[in-house]
């Protein structure tokens, strides 16, 4: 039993480390955004448009949390007496880029620098899902986004960019509000906990064909393992699929109020700088 539980202790601090979520449990990092720097002026507030409903706002600094929300430590006047208010999870991390930088882009026409941001976790493209003002839906990846327009990939055709009937494009100014999906890893975690559990298993099973003295060596062997395995079984798919969930992401609920708001949206796509050929001719 000793290797059973030397196996398990491994494979979850293996996990952990793989997810990267043992590092970060408790401890909030100042948060330090490309355009605004490491804090909020009162210039930039009114600018960006946030912490409306504080009145004498001064400065205001992001502390981001390891479930990628925002802490914002605020400093604010109040009859000349200079104070500060912690306000937790204020928004998440994604959800402030995106605000910033489709501010920043209505502003300066689309800066390279908008157009050259894109967060790591979309390499291909977000997938999303665009809800209409008339309540129809439609989803599939973001490809590029245009001055008043997103083109989406639909999810039955693979990557066929080259067929128009593949290609969604949909205008700003049908848009509700849209919801970028996030990432699901309990499928992994279980899959991982499962082939945790084969590996003890046999290891259990042959710890007990080799101490089994009995000529039935392998019926020996199964009834001592039959109880280990199973708990250990259980314990191990459970384990994964607890550390599935907890390194998962939420979907991102992105409200569309103008056809400018879709400029920020452009760290989301999969061609965020330029479109290739074959989507510049979809008009």
């Avoid at 494979?11 to 590092?23: I, K, N, V």
């Avoid at 204020?90 to 910033?100: D, E, F, G, Q, V």
Wanted: some cysteine; glycine content about 6%; aromatic content about 8%.
């Amino acid at each position: 039993m000793k290797i059973l539980a030397f196996i398990t202790i491994g494979f979850a601090f293996a996990t952990c480390l793989f997810s990267q979520t043992c590092a970060q449990n408790d401890v909030s990092t100042n948060l330090t955004n490309p355009i605004i720097g490491d804090t909020l002026s009162l210039d930039e507030r009114n600018f960006y448009q946030l912490f409306p409903q504080i009145e004498g706002f001064q400065s205001a600094v992001f502390y981001l949390n390891p479930d990628s929300t925002l802490n914002a430590d605020v400093k604010y006047s109040d009859d000349g007496v200079l104070k500060d208010t912690l306000i937790k999870n204020y928004r998440s991390l994604k959800n402030l880029n995106y605000h910033i930088y489709a501010r920043d882009a209505l502003e300066n026409g689309m800066p390279e620098r908008v157009l050259n941001y894109q967060a790591p976790v979309y390499s291909k493209g977000a997938e999303v899902s665009t809800y209409m003002d008339d309540g129809s839906e439609t989803s599939g990846e973001l490809l590029s986004v245009r001055k008043n327009s997103i083109l989406l990939l639909n999810p039955e055709c693979d990557d066929r960019l080259l067929n128009p009937d593949c290609i969604n494009q949909i205008k700003a100014s049908e848009i509700d509000r849209l919801v970028v999906k996030g990432n699901s890893n309990v499928i992994l975690g279980v899959s991982l906990g499962l082939l945790a559990s084969v590996v003890v298993g046999a290891i259990i099973y042959q710890s007990n064909y080799e101490s089994s003295s009995s000529w039935l060596r392998g019926l020996a062997a199964y009834e001592k393992s039959k109880t280990p395995i199973i708990l250990s079984s259980i314990g191990l798919i459970t384990l994964g699929a607890t550390i599935g969930i907890f390194t998962s992401t939420p979907d991102e609920v992105i409200n569309i109020y103008s056809e400018n708001d879709i400029r920020g949206l452009s760290s989301y796509s999969r061609y965020p700088k330029e479109e290739p050929k074959q989507l510049k001719k979809i008009q």
